[in-house]
């Protein structure tokens, strides 16, 4: 398999490369195409300091805005991708995905539109969010070429946004379920995400469901499996599972891999994950 230039590591989590400081997972579901260029970022690589150190991709938690700009040139110069070739979303926690055919939505600023998702079939374009908890999920057509990227916190997940996703795909694109291909991100995992009786409320289809939620120690009280859920609305979307991937790693246990919003007591950065199609 042809392989960019850089360090590569084969683990049980995936694809583990390193171009300069920059490094990222790959999913190996996905790294077999050569048209497409996909990643999960971590955190390190940057030069945001402090709560935010040091590859943090959002300027919205009060981060320096210059240190920020810094890290999306790194990040660019790693990839070797054009800075304004990355589309984002002005991620709202809902199930919301937008179609991106023009040149709409651009590295998180006032032109990006209020969601949780793309979809493209547009090569040379980045499509990606930004997590530091929530699940990340890169989605790909690979006979009609088309890529995707979905947030899904809790909220997303109780409005099924994975499955969502693969509605617009079918829908609007023509995708064949059996064509389609998701790898799912780090993010927090069961073991350290404790949430109240709102979240399980939200949620009815799983609230039996011994994968999804299993009680906590206080009354009220439940650890939430996130990637299963949406591991389980793929399947249900008609997803084989043998064409999805999850990486298995849990951001706040790994703090010092990703950033992690219940990790780091609320005051933390945001790690990219993105998938593009190769312009010819």
Not at 62 to 77: K, M, Q, T
Not at 183 to 203: F, L, N, Q, T
Not at 210 to 228: A, H, I, P, S
Not at 240 to 269: M, P
Request: proline fraction near 3%; charged fraction near 25%; charge should be negative.
């Amino acid at each position: 398999m042809k392989r960019r230039d850089g360090n590569q590591k084969e683990g049980r989590h995936g694809l583990l490369f390193r171009r300069g400081n920059v490094a990222w997972l790959e999913s190996p579901i996905l790294a077999g195409y050569e048209f497409i260029t996909h990643a999960f970022c971590m955190r390190e690589g940057g030069v945001s300091r402090g709560a935010f150190a040091t590859l943090n991709l959002s300027s919205n938690e009060g981060d320096d805005s210059d240190a920020v700009e810094r890290n999306w040139s790194l990040l660019a110069e790693a990839f070797d991708i054009p800075e304004h070739s990355f589309r984002t979303v002005r991620q709202v926690h809902g199930d919301r995905i937008v179609t991106l055919d023009g040149d709409s939505a651009k590295n998180g600023g006032e032109e990006s539109p209020a969601a949780d998702g793309i979809i493209t079939a547009l090569p040379g374009r980045a499509v990606a969010v930004r997590t530091a908890d929530c699940v990340p999920l890169l989605y790909a057509d690979i006979r009609q070429r088309v890529v995707g990227v979905v947030h899904a916190g809790w909220k997303g997940t109780a409005q099924a946004i994975a499955a969502k996703a693969v509605e617009v795909l079918t829908e609007n694109y023509g995708c064949r379920r059996s064509d389609i291909r998701v790898a799912i991100g780090p993010a927090i995992g069961p073991c350290c995400y404790e949430v109240d009786e709102a979240v399980h409320a939200a949620m009815p289809q799983y609230q039996s469901d011994r994968r999804v939620f299993l009680r906590g120690v206080k009354e009220g009280r439940w650890m939430l499996d996130l990637v299963e859920a949406n591991r389980l609305q793929l399947t249900a979307a008609g997803i084989g599972e043998d064409h999805i991937d999850a990486a298995g790693l849990c951001t706040s246990c790994n703090g010092d891999l990703f950033f992690s919003h219940r990790g780091d007591g609320g005051r933390t950065g945001r790690q990219l994950s993105f998938i593009m199609l190769r312009a010819a």
